[in-house]
């Protein structure tokens, strides 16, 4: 199966539908450590790129890439929305204006996905952030790898104290819960590697 | 959880219906995107003042639109700072071409969607400049954390460089009398109960009777830590020690004291507190010259308080008197 941009907008598809059914937990994550609106955010956000492409699907990856982009940063609000918005923008710039997606223009877009969030958000591996999920992504070969990376990456987060976002507020009160971000990455991800399998 | 709701997902744009049919006179709503302002407004040659943030803190920051304070704001949904098309669109609807002051609270989720949208004005060839307001001593400011957070003080520099705005002051100095506001400027807060947020439908997080939350934000996250629940001397005393002690305000200061409701403890509560505030600041030597008390910036129906103080000069005092009005401040004009 080749990936071009009705393959990569089915994956973003599935991505919200995981967004969306797992709404509640990230909510909860997000109650435990931050101000509980982060399973709102993206599901609102990615119901508003089903939407877009529902519109019109774009006739590249990168341009179907930047429509969820754009989508997040104007929908969203909080700090996601800016920071998945900047991810997807870096993706989109990575990938140019291929046809179809090969292993390497995926990878090379997730690690310029990786940079853009860093970039912007100013975060370390470590900090208890998202960035603590797409780093060991960025670092491995294929979509299946990187979603597990991420799993683990986002469950690393448990034992740390943040030093991020809201969560950073608590000190050591962090301790013992999952990101939010961090585990919604790796939700989407795992989504992104089952949509491609 | 009870609320007087239709949609949770509809909350913020039919409240902004509620309060543009409340103040046909003073303001200007529209729903999408989400954006209060000066009916008024754009005033030319005036800097624009915009502030926004996530909604659930009213009257912060729509109510407090109008001649002498902002220009317009910009609500995001509940505890959720606004979008960069927000802001961009607050911008354009009051900017009188004399530049824009942005006014934003210390949240990653402000500050990185202010940012973006300050990047888009500015490649438009807008004169826009930033101003973040982090009073809260609660949250060390240090490499481990996301800086301190902007809470009770964001009324009192919206205020203080709305008068000098209104009183054609350029950008520069409206900039400058913003980040004077900012470094006199310290809070703390306790909270009695959480607040619900409604699309998640209970409370953030539960306290037992005899129980207070000490340093919260206004989020309904979690404070810094929690204690057994004492009388109102001693709520009092924890909250303005750590103010005091922060910038540190010393005997011979003059203070404005502002007293806030987070939403849910009544002002026979409230008063009290203050009384209590006021009495303990004249036993240490402050002179409290001017005073804010009542529920300005709120956490939903939280039941707690802040402590604010702002350490004033003659310039802050003469702004902060200057007229003003808005849905939620009004005097002198
Ligand atoms: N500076 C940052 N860099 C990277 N990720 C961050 C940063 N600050 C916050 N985050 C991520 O954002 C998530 C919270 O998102 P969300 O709840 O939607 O926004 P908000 O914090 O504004 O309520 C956190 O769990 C964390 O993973
Ligand atoms: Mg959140």
Redesign the interface.
């Known amino acids: 199966m080749g990936c071009d941009a009705r393959a990569v907008a089915a994956a973003v598809r599935a991505a919200a539908a995981v967004v969306t059914a797992h709404r509640d937990e990230l ?1 909860r994550l997000d ?1 435990a ?5 982060h399973g ?2 993206l599901k ?1 956000g990615f119901g508003f790129v089903v939407q877009a492409l529902d519109e019109s699907t774009p006739d590249t990856p990168g341009a179907v890439l930047k429509l969820v982009a754009t989508t997040l ?11 998945y918005g900047t991810a997807f923008l870096r993706a989109a710039t990575a990938v140019g204006d291929a046809t179809e997606l090969t292993p390497e223009l995926v990878a090379k877009a997730l690690r310029a996905a990786l940079e853009g969030v860093v970039a ?2 100013k975060a370390e591996v470590g900090d208890k952030t998202m960035v603590d999920a797409l780093a060991p992504a960025a670092e491995v070969g294929s979509l299946a790898a990187a979603a597990t990376a991420a799993e683990r990456g986002a469950e690393s987060t448990i034992p740390l ?1 943040a ?4 969560a ?4 050591e ?1 962090a301790i013992g819960h999952q990101d939010p971000g961090a585990r919604s990455t790796a939700l989407v991800l795992r989504a992104f590697a089952e949509a491609a399998s | 959880m009870k609320k007087i709701l239709n949609d949770p997902a509809a909350v913020v744009a039919q409240s902004l219906l509620g309060l543009a049919a409340a103040h046909p006179d003073l303001l200007r709503v529209t729903t999408d995107p989400a954006v209060v302002s000066r009916a008024d407004g754009p005033r030319p040659g005036k800097v624009a003042v915009v502030s926004g943030g ?1 909604s659930g803190h009213e009257p912060l920051h729509g109510g407090f639109v109008g001649p002498g304070m902002l220009d317009a704001a910009c609500p ?11 802001i961009q669109a607050a911008v354009s609807r009051v900017d009188g071409g004399a530049g824009v002051l942005l006014l934003v609270k210390n ?3 402000d500050v ?2 202010f ?2 949208a300050a990047e888009l004005l500015a490649a438009d060839g807008v004169d826009v400049r930033t101003v973040l307001i982090d009073d809260d001593v ?2 060390r400011d240090s ?4 800086g301190r ?1 902007g809470v009770g003080a964001t009324v009192l520099v919206e205020k203080v460089v709305g008068a000098a705005a209104e009183a054609g002051a350029d950008l520069a100095t409206c900039e400058r009398v913003a980040r004077a506001a900012v470094a006199g400027a310290r809070s703390m807060g306790i909270a009695l109960t959480a607040p619900t ?1 409604p ?2 439908g209970e409370p ?2 539960t306290l037992a009777d005899d129980e207070m939350e000490v340093g919260i ?1 206004i ?4 404070g ?1 830590r929690r204690e057994r629940l004492t009388d109102a001397d001693g709520v009092v005393a924890a909250l303005l020690e750590p103010v005091l002690a922060d910038l540190p305000f010393a005997a011979g200061d003059e203070v404005l004291l502002f007293t806030n409701s987070m939403g849910g403890t009544p002002l026979l509560e409230l008063y009290l507190a203050h009384g209590i505030a006021e009495q303990s600041l004249v036993d240490k030597g402050i002179t409290v010259t001017r005073r804010l008390v009542g529920p300005y910036v709120t956490s939903l129906e939280m039941q707690g308080m802040s402590l604010t103080l702002l350490r004033l000069d003659d310039e802050l005092t003469r702004l902060w008197d200057a007229p003003v009005r808005t849905a939620a401040l009004r005097w002198g004009a």
């Open positions: 909510v109650q450590i931050g101000d509980g609106d709102e955010n609102r940063i104007s929908k969203v609000g909080g700090a996601a929305g800016p920071l912007r958000g104290v030093r991020k976002g809201r950073s507020y608590l000190g009160r | 996530g995001g949904a509940v505890f959720t700072s606004p979008t960069p098309d927000q949240y990653t989720g990185l969607n940012e973006t609660a949250v490499l481990y954390t996301a957070r947020v699309h998640v953030s997080f934000g989020h309904g996250e979690p810094r």
